[in-house]
């Protein structure tokens, strides 16, 4: 009677304990939806932790925040042209052409990181637009006034690059570096993997080295141990966005670069690694390339952040 009790305790046990991992499971792919999901512009209001309530806090600690595209309300100050690039079966691209005052030396293509928009990198497009670039700064999909609201942190969106890249070859241009940060560092090395697109230089700032890694990255600020639950965000991410997340890997997509590289990381960086980018940098095949690290900066802009070292290395760079 005993053994037939313990027996039935067991199968109560082990029925709870699956019920708690399917609800689990279920919370964690709401997690992994929102993750990569931006309303539209309006529809949700962009709110701080402290500007939150108790129960909204609640609600997306528990089914993942909402977040909408970040609103552009800040313009150049320079004389600029809206372009707009538009393919079948692809999300239209909201971009900013900015032409040198005098004969320009190129042109530079910039990409924002996650979350933000061309609006975000006018600190570095000035400076390109200072040492006489054409700059060309581009709204990834889902991202800024570009269509769309899924975004699969760089991996459909290396066609944004490509994108942009053929549209400003298509304008006679030979001279072509591309820049990106964070989000946009990672898309522009799974373009040149996918694409084989050759710019002349590219600089990246802050690229994380996998998908999983990223996804380490983002929990682990939150003060989360970040195994197990980035394998399983990442696993209902591949399915909700149909694609194998695990195999996205900007530091494997590195090996495919055939041109000068300025890579640049911060030191107080809390989402990328050092060995992360240590990967990135060792895979990359060329002997033209250089590592920078910003002893006083994290992931964020060093241009903004660390102004005059950024500005040295970036124009010793552009000039070699």
């Known amino acids: ?14 029925l709870f304990a699956g019920i708690l991992l399917i609800i689990f499971n279920i919370l964690l792919a ?26 909204e806090k609640i609600t997306g600690s528990i089914f993942g925040f909402k977040f909408p595209k970040r609103k552009i309300d800040t313009f150049p100050s320079v ?22 005052d005098s004969a320009s030396k190129g042109t530079v293509i910039l990409f924002h990181g996650h979350a933000n928009n061309k609006q975000k990198v006018l600190a570095e497009t000035y400076f390109f637009h200072k040492l006489g670039y054409n700059t060309f700064s581009v709204d990834l999909r889902a991202h800024g006034n570009s269509e769309g609201n899924v975004c699969t942190v760089g991996y459909f969106e290396s066609d944004d690059v490509k994108r942009a890249y053929d549209f400003i070859r298509s304008k006679g241009e030979k001279n072509i570096i591309l820049w990106g940060i964070s989000l946009g560092a990672a898309t522009i090395l799974k373009s040149i993997k996918d694409y084989d697109i050759r710019p002349q230089k ?33 696993f209902w991410g591949s399915l909700e966005r149909h694609f194998w997340a695990f195999d996205h890997a900007p530091a494997e997509y590195a090996k ?36 920078v690290i910003f002893e006083h900066s994290g992931h964020q802009s060093f241009c903004k952040n660390e102004k005059a070292l950024w500005e040295k290395e970036v124009s010793s760079f552009l000039k070699q």
């Open 79 to 100: 004389p600029y042209q809206v372009v707009k690039l538009k393919e079948v079966n692809q999300p239209t691209l909201e971009s900013w052409w900015i032409k040198a």
């Open 256 to 291: 495919s670069v055939k041109c000068p590289v300025l890579l640049n990381w911060g030191k107080n960086d809390k989402r990328v690694t050092i060995e992360e980018t240590h990967q990135i940098f060792n895979n990359i095949p060329v002997a033209a390339k250089k590592l």
């Open 30 to 55: 709401f997690q992994a939806y929102r993750l990569t999901y931006f309303y539209e512009s309006g529809t949700v209001a962009f709110r701080k932790p402290e500007q939150m309530t108790v129960s």
């Open 202 to 234: 590219i600089i990246i700032e802050c690229p994380f080295g996998s998908m999983l890694d990223a996804t380490r990255g983002r929990i682990r600020t939150m003060g989360i141990p970040p195994t197990p639950l980035s394998e399983i965000l990442l």
């Open 1 to 14: 009677m005993k053994s037939k009790r313990k027996i039935n305790l067991w199968k109560r046990l082990l």
